[in-house]
Structure formats: structure tokens, C-alpha cells
């Protein structure tokens, strides 16, 4: 698997092909957007959604973790999609796997569990953004002064690529502009907003086994 590099401010992330940036300067796994209790959320309003696709994305962060062995978890929002279900606990069971790491979430719009879950687990919640350096992780996009750098989620974004006879496929991807970059979300069960080329942004689309640069 390929991934790209990028340098700002003389820090090293790697866009990853599991839709994560690793951070290698501060050795942080940076991930958007799991949307765990998704499925069961669905499931309990009478959708039927595959509860294999929340076991998908455990097992994604699982090698994650497995493979990098960072120091540090960064969730930037969106961790679990709705009120309590049996996914928070098969999300604790991982966490429990990882104890030497630190997870720490930044609260996203879908963030609304009550404190004790987070607490139980071992979770550093930080309520709107987390400032380190001139680097600012949040999930939303806010304001920025100057020389700071903003990664953030939310968005889901995505871009369509295509081909020969009218084909096309929309990939997930990272988006860069000026001083901000938008993460893909990490979550299987996610849909993707449509995102445009323009003058000044770099997009990064994800394939199961790279990060393409166009």
C-alpha cells in the first residue's frame, strides 16, 4: 500500500490509503469521521444495514494501530453516530486491546454521548478544536490566524473521476486548500459530498491501495 507525504511546517503527515494521516513527528494516528452505531442505529429504525460494516471499520482502526503503533489516537468527531447501542462496547473492547495508547476525540456534531462512556474508556475529550503548534485539529472548519494549519472532517468528501464511454467512480479523498486540509471520512458507512477542482487546492484520491495525487 502507497500512501503520500506531506511537510507543513517542517512536520511529516503520511495521507494514508485507510482514509488515516499518521503523523510522524509526534507518532499520532489521525482519523475523521468512524461513525460507529451507525448500522445499529439504522437496524433499530427498520433499515436493514449489515452489521458487519461497524466490525469493518474496528478492524480497519485495529490494524491502524496494530501497524503503526502510535502514541496517540486523534478522533476528529463524529466517533459514534447516534445515542448508546452494543457498538460502544465492541468499540470499548479495542480500546481496552490498546490501553498504552492515548485515544482523544474531538467532539463533532454526532458526538452526544454522555460522559461516562467516554470516561469508562480511557477518551480525552476536547470540546470544539485541539491546538498544538501552529497545527489546529477540529471538526468543522474555523477560522485561522496566521501561519496556523487546519485538519479537519465533517464533510465526507469525495471527487469523480472519469473514464472512457461516459464511466465514472467517486473515491474518497483528501482535500487541501490554502491552509486547510479536509479529511476523508473513516467510516464505511458513509456517504461522500461531491468536491471540485480548483486553483489552489490539491486533491489526494483514495484507492484500497493508494493515495493518488492529482
Known amino acids: 500500500m502507497s500512501g503520500q507525504l506531506l511537510t507543513l511546517h517542517d512536520h511529516?503527515?503520511?495521507?494514508?490509503p485507510q482514509k488515516a494521516i499518521y503523523w510522524h513527528d509526534t507518532q499520532t494516528l489521525i482519523v475523521a469521521d468512524i461513525h460507529l452505531g451507525k448500522a445499529s442505529h439504522f437496524r433499530k429504525?427498520?433499515?436493514?444495514?449489515?452489521?458487519?460494516?461497524g466490525m469493518d471499520d474496528l478492524q480497519q482502526l485495529d490494524f491502524l494501530l496494530k501497524t503503526y503503533k502510535p502514541?496517540?489516537?486523534?478522533?476528529l468527531g463524529?466517533?459514534?453516530?447516534?445515542?448508546?447501542?452494543q457498538e460502544w462496547e465492541f468499540f470499548g473492547a479495542l480500546r481496552r486491546t490498546y490501553s498504552e495508547i492515548e485515544f482523544h476525540l474531538v467532539r463533532g456534531n454526532h458526538d452526544i454521548l454522555k460522559e461516562h462512556?467516554?470516561?469508562t474508556y480511557d477518551i480525552e475529550v476536547h470540546a470544539k478544536v485541539l491546538k498544538e503548534n501552529n497545527f489546529i485539529f477540529s471538526h468543522d472548519e474555523i477560522p485561522l490566524k496566521e501561519r496556523q494549519f487546519l485538519f479537519t472532517g465533517h464533510i465526507h468528501p469525495g471527487f469523480v473521476l472519469y473514464g472512457k464511454?461516459?464511466?465514472?467512480?467517486?473515491?474518497?479523498?483528501?482535500?487541501?486548500?490554502k491552509s486547510t486540509l479536509i479529511?476523508?471520512?473513516?467510516?464505511?458507512?458513509?456517504?461522500?459530498a461531491h468536491m471540485h477542482a480548483e486553483k489552489n487546492v490539491d486533491i489526494f484520491v483514495v484507492t484500497e491501495e493508494a493515495v493518488w495525487r492529482l
Request: net charge positive; with cysteine; aromatic share 16%.
Open 12 to 16: 511529516v503527515f503520511e495521507l494514508l
Open 45 to 53: 429504525n427498520g433499515l436493514p444495514i449489515p452489521m458487519e460494516s
Open 71 to 75: 502514541k496517540r489516537l486523534l478522533i
Open 78 to 85: 463524529d466517533l459514534f453516530h447516534s445515542e448508546y447501542n
Open 117 to 119: 462512556h467516554y470516561s
Open 165 to 177: 464511454g461516459k464511466q465514472s467512480i467517486t473515491l474518497p479523498c483528501f482535500y487541501k486548500k
Open 183 to 192: 479529511m476523508p471520512a473513516f467510516g464505511w458507512l458513509t456517504g461522500l
